[in-house]
Nanobody
Framework: QVQLLESGGGLVPAGGSLRVSCAAP????????MGWFRQAPGKECEFVGT????????FFADSVKGRFTISRDSAKNTVYLQMNSLKPEDTAVYYC??????????????????WGQGTQVTVSS
């Protein structure tokens, strides 16, 4: 049973930075793509970015491209979402997810097998 545990959310002013983490004990990054999604109140769950493959290739939604980065530490079984130049519209619950599909670009909710409980990120204006 794969468990994903997010941490690091909080309140940050607009223009600030925040890093959220996703611990994935027992999960092998070589056989799983890791993704980040977010859901704001009253809105659908939105793809943020993903990291996949031995080279750690990343792909991001246009709304966060150039501001967010994803990295991973295999020794710690942890994936990170670094968020810079935050905007109030980035306010959401951020979810970490894992997919056993590593040969396609995983941007859809249905492509992920495992999900964390989410961590709240609030950006004040």
């Amino acid at each position: 049973q794969v468990q994903l545990l997010e941490s690091g959310g909080g309140l940050v002013p607009a223009g600030g930075s925040l890093r959220v983490s996703c611990a994935a004990p027992g999960l092998t990054f070589s056989t799983h793509a890791m993704g980040w999604f977010r859901q704001a109140p009253g809105k659908e769950c939105e793809f943020v970015g993903t990291i996949v493959g031995s080279a750690g290739r990343t792909f991001f939604a246009d709304s966060v491209k150039g501001r967010f980065t994803i990295s991973r530490d295999s020794a710690k079984n942890t994936v990170y979402l670094q968020m810079n130049s935050l905007k109030p519209e980035d306010t959401a619950v951020y979810y970490c997810a894992a997919s056993s599909n590593t040969w396609l670009l995983n941007v859809g909710v249905s492509q992920y097998n495992y999900w964390g409980q989410g961590t709240q990120v609030t950006v004040s204006s």
